[in-house]
């Protein structure tokens, strides 16, 4: 606890993956109080093709 | 804002899926005054042995 | 089945969150072929001071 | 109605879904007083480089 | 983890409310094998007028 | 998008909460790539007897 969601397109880096729940993680810690060992953060991904704003899905687009 | 989620069994067309995107679009914008550019809809799907009604999942039925 | 989640901004009226349910029902029926007694609505509203937009609270907004 | 999500690590076997959704669907309706058909449970399935705890991923221990 | 979600309408006395999170973390612990200390379970309430099958919320039923 | 969920217990103060969207947006924004007008954060606040680790809510804690 807390517990952060992120919900993004697919197609980052593993890379990108490693240091975003990094920097998430540093970032709840300092603004909570919450002690690093209890956050958890699940990364979850779309496709194109679940995605729409606007009424029109990502992989609709021109 | 506002945000919908369509959490449903995977199955449905990608057509299916460009009409359910538009006209829950269109069905948020008319009710809630909300304009178009801000609606946002995520298509969530589930395989049939991951979704249980009673305690029986789709897939164990006969 | 399917289940459909609809996050906005509380203040809107009961009559509009009566239109919304049965609106994005309908649409729901007619673009995804489930029958009308299986669609699930559910309604979550948020606070202005708990809905952030590049970094800035709404209830942060002059 | 309840609506029962269990989210976990990816691996559990096809008969350990199966029970899973039984044995909670038997705790929901004996501690609740829901009728049993009401009961609905998804299970949501997770890799290991989309989960962290301390800031970092499963996939990224030794 | 596993993280459980019981999503269902307010009204449940913190009884039972006590005796859902016992008994849903003991199938959860008996079927999955996760240790107990790693289980854990959220209780999310609704309200009748945030809460709809086939296009009418439950507050709207006679 | 990314879209990202913080759920923690009640009791944060306002000023935290601002902090805390500022950062994570931050962190977001550094990591993915995302420009910052496109990241939203949500803050979803539990109380103690709606969350359970181990079978026990932190209401039922001595």
């Known amino acids: ?10 197609g980052r880096s ?3 993956k490693k240091a975003l729940v ?3 993680t540093d970032a ?4 909570t109080g919450a002690s ?11 496709s194109k093709n679940h995605y729409a ?4 899905r990502l992989s609709d687009e021109d």
Not at 28 to 31: I, K, S, Y
Not at 37 to 43: A, G
Not at 53 to 56: C, D, S
């Open 53 to 56: 704003v606007a009424g029109k």
């Open 22 to 24: 990094e920097k998430v």
């Open 36 to 46: 690093k060992e209890k956050v958890v953060v699940f990364i979850e991904e779309m």
């Open 1 to 10: 606890m807390p517990y952060v969601n992120v919900k993004m397109l697919e």
């Open 14 to 16: 593993e890379d990108q």
């Open 28 to 31: 709840v810690v300092e603004t």
